[in-house]
Nanobody, 124 residues
Framework: QVQLVESGGGLVQPGGSLRLSCAASGSIFSINAMAWYRQAPGNQRELVAAITSGGSTNYADSAKARFTISRDNAKNTVNLQMNSLKPEDTAVYYC??????????????????WGQGTQVTVSS
């Protein structure tokens, strides 16, 4: 179907920046929304930011004014620029996408996919 691969996580000091990237591949017909979620140890997975194919965005309150989500529809990629990082931003970040994929000849079906996750650690 559709695979998502994230990159860009790592260790950064408080106040620093990181840029996460996610690329979708496979028999993609179209992608609707793309999003970033995160999950810290002991917590539920939560939405960080989302973006539609038309460019409309939605952010968690904790991400507003610090994070920026963007996408390239032609390349099927989504990025998350994270600035002014705080220790509480430490988590595994997951890429998510939904849309339609092609199968057989001329047929398509809905998909919802998750990436494998990338660790972001904010610590001095």
């Amino acid at each position: 179907q559709v695979q998502l691969v994230e990159s860009g996580g790592g260790l950064v000091q408080p106040g620093g920046s990181l840029r996460l990237s996610c690329a979708a591949s496979g028999s993609i017909f179209s992608i609707n929304a793309m999003a970033w979620y995160r999950q810290a140890p002991g917590n539920q997975r939560e939405l960080v930011a989302a973006i539609t194919s038309g460019g409309s965005t939605n952010y968690a309150d904790s991400a507003k004014a610090r994070f920026t989500i963007s996408r390239d529809n032609a390349k099927n990629t989504v990025n998350l620029q994270m600035n002014s990082l705080k220790p509480e931003d430490t988590a595994v970040y997951y890429c998510n996408a939904d849309g339609y994929y092609r199968y057989d000849s001329g047929r398509w079906a809905p998909f919802g996919s998750w990436g494998q996750g990338t660790q972001v650690t904010v610590s001095s």
